[in-house]
């Protein structure tokens, strides 16, 4: 569906986009991750044909972007960073204007109106002026604007900024219903809107992708480290140590906090191909410590996105 | 073509939306009416001559304000980049824009057509040169639609845009009057640059090619700076 190859792009000496490549399949619904000026939003504009690449090529569809520009911006419906939206139009004269502007004709552009009002919840501020919004109803009317001509291939730019948390729900809901039969490609720096929305993951890094693969191979790639979390009762921490310094592959014990009752919590730092916790737990059974809490710390998405993208 | 009067008609609209149409056309009725209406009774003659010879000056003024939101706003806000990734070229757009001016322009002129009217109640009124003037009116529009145009695509800043077109439509107007300037050499060059000096030609009635060419070149230039300037930008 999509195919990028070597895009680049330069503002005057800065590259802000360095020579990356990808394929997206039909269906797939992308999230594009990324520190704060990391390239998202200029990948996303060269995609859409706002911006030229320095190099490149793009192709989407059977169509090369930079020969068949009008063709790809048929296919494709966008929403920029924040919405920026006429600010004098009413709700409805501004959908109204997308809608011819997308070639529907009158009755067409009335009943797909009709449809997006309630998929993104307008019905109450279609007579409204757009500066009188605030920003989560904003940026619904600019979904409602990318998703006129119920297009292809959807591209947002942190479609969830600026909404609460019932609103970010919702809209989620919405990508995902509509990622069954399109192509969605969303970037954002929020971790857990991309593990609730997305199949693949793409972690950009100062204009480099550093990681693309589907969720559960990225959470595995970062290494074989875990956290094992314990709380035990009745228990020493120099005992505790010497216990578990003796298991192979715990690399590093903490102690995390000692409360008045005696209660103690500690951390592991595992590191080893195999499930380390039956052997914590035999050798826990052959002390007197009473065992309160016991568990593995899962992998986020937030700790491999730090490894991947940490300052050097 | 059909994308570019959409984008026409919806700018064309949003100069009623907002209070701009109403404050520009006032002022411009109100200025040009007073400084015609001031020296008409003295001369006793049956011409609107006055009428043209002051609509250079005035349209260096009021056009600017007319055009410098066009691209402006839009950069100002983002909005363009959302315009932009619509199935549009980049030439609707322009020609969008320009059209809307143009039309806004010609509405201004609209309310003027009074004092040809009154003028032929009172005395033998020549319509030749009237219909040259108007048609001149258009064209010099235009030209200085395309000026602002160009000056609104430089920068985010509607004030800055204003002073640019302003600059650059007032050098037009009244560098044929600044000729002792210049060498002896470039003073047919220069002479034929002034936006005034062609004006007045069709403004007597004379319709001259020299001079529409003059106007379409200015529109041209402009339109193709404008292109220009805003692919610089992505």
Known sequence: MIHVENLTKYYNDFCAVDQISFDIKKGEIIGLLGPNGAGKTTTLRMLTGYFMPSSGTIRIKDYLLDEHLLEIKKLIGYLPESAPLYHSMLVFDYLDYVAGIRGMDKNQRISRIRQLVNLCGLDEIMHRSINELSKGLNQRVGLAHAMMTDPEILILDEPTSGLDPNQIVEIRNIIRKIGKEKTVILSTHILSEVEATCDRVVIINKGKIVADDIMENIKQSAGQKYFIHLDLLNADFQDVNEQFSRIEGVEKIQKIQEAQNGNLSIRLTCESPVDLRETIYQTIKQTSWVLIEFHQETKTLETVFRELTKED | ?234
């Open chain 2, 1 to 234: 073509m059909q994308q570019a009067i959409r984008i026409c008609k919806k700018e064309f609209k949003d100069y009623f939306i907002s209070p701009i149409a109403y404050i520009v056309i006032s002022i411009f009725l109100l200025v040009t009416g007073w400084f015609f209406f001031t020296t008409f009774f003295y001369y006793n003659q049956a011409d609107l001559r006055n009428f043209f010879n002051l609509l250079p000056i005035t349209f260096s003024f009021l056009i600017p304000a007319v055009t410098m939101r066009l691209f402006s706003e839009e950069l100002n806000v983002g909005s363009y980049e959302m315009l932009l990734t619509l199935p549009v070229t980049f030439a609707d757009i322009l020609l969008g824009k320009f059209l809307a001016g143009v039309l806004f322009v010609a509405i201004a002129l609209i309310p003027t057509l009074a004092y040809p009217i009154c003028i032929a109640f009172m005395g033998q009124l020549d319509w030749g040169p009237v219909a040259g003037g108007y048609l001149g009116a258009v064209l010099l529009g235009a030209a200085f639609v395309a000026v602002g145009l160009f000056a609104s695509s430089l920068t985010r800043n509607q004030i800055i845009a204003f002073i640019v077109g302003m600059t650059i439509c007032f050098t037009l107007t009244l560098i044929d009057k600044m000729l002792f300037f210049f060498p002896r050499a470039l003073l047919g060059v220069i002479g034929y640059l002034g936006a005034d000096f062609h004006f007045k030609n069709i403004s007597k009635g004379i319709i001259d090619s020299r001079d529409i060419i003059y106007f379409l070149s200015v529109v041209f230039i402009g339109l193709y700076s404008t292109y220009l300037a805003m692919r610089g930008k992505n």
